[in-house]
């Protein structure tokens, strides 16, 4: 993998996340909401493809699969934010599934692909770490989307909001127990190349370990807990603006577990 693999899997990670919220969100927050949201989501994706590594090719490999489910996701996302309160709106579930199925077959592909020739146990601890990942990218993002989305209709209840911060708050709960799952299998059973895990993250280079947990995990288990209590006495404005806070350190920690999957083979 290459350094070209970070932004890849970032940006598709990311797309396919807010792709995976959309099945989450009531009808309420009204056709512009989706068509941002799935406009955003397929421009997201369309540049991953533009930028992907030259080893992630259409073919007859797992990755060429993945990318083949990439496309599909992609193209139905794009029907589906085309036709968003103009025209076949009785298609608009079987868009919106066939890109979140697509999408999560995607992952499931790129993880295999990541881990190919390491074994069953780093496949699915691979897989898992792109599934929550995704996850853990697009509820935050649509949760920061939908707490703006009260400026522009306030009359909006503010179960919407909580609704998605509960996903959210699941999400980072499940992205904790998996990367915990990861280290472990990497300081105590893992045969890495170099000098091991435990060694790299105790190192110099192992400011980027330490930057992905503190931002990636730390922060959002705290600014989560501060949206929810917030939302509940229906501060949306002071909602969002912790959702803001809290999108750029999953950003940061998301892109940093990229870079570690790529620099030491851990899908952290």
């Known amino acids: 993998m290459t350094l070209s693999s970070v932004i890849f899997l970032f ?4 797309g396919i996340g807010i792709v995976f919220t959309l099945v989450l969100v009531s009808r309420v927050a009204g056709v512009k909401f989706f068509r941002f949201n799935a406009g955003f989501a397929a421009a997201l994706l369309l540049v991953a493809m533009a930028m992907r590594p030259d080893e992630v090719a259409l073919g007859a490999t797992v990755q060429g699969a993945g990318l083949t489910a990439l496309l599909v996701a992609t193209g139905a996302l794009l029907i589906y934010w085309a036709t968003i309160g103009r025209v076949l709106a009785w298609l608009r579930p079987l868009w919106l599934w066939t890109a979140v199925l697509s999408g999560a077959g995607a992952l499931v592909l790129q993880g295999m692909a990541a881990a190919a020739g390491t074994g069953t146990l780093v496949a699915g601890l691979t897989v898992a770490s792109f599934v929550t990942s995704a996850a853990l990218l697009g ?3 649509t949760a920061m989307i939908l707490g703006h989305w009260y400026l522009v209709i306030p009359s ?8 998605i911060v509960k996903f959210h708050i699941g999400s980072t709960a499940l ?3 998996v990367v915990s799952g990861v280290v472990w299998w990497a300081l105590t059973a893992a045969e890495l190349p170099g000098p091991g895990f435990e060694r790299y993250i105790f190192s110099i280079d192992g400011v980027f370990f330490w930057q992905r947990i503190l931002f990636g995990l730390l922060g959002p288990v705290v600014l989560a807990y501060m949206t929810w209590e917030t939302a509940k006495i229906r501060s949306t404005q002071s909602a969002t603006g912790i959702l803001y806070v809290d999108f750029f350190t999953v950003v940061v920690g998301e892109v940093l577990a990229k870079y570690l999957l790529v620099a030491t083979t851990v899908p952290v």
């Open 11 to 14: 940006l598709a990670h990311l």
């Open 139 to 141: 509820g935050t993002s």
């Open 156 to 163: 909006m209840d503010v179960s919407l909001l909580q609704s």
């Open 175 to 177: 992205r904790i127990v």
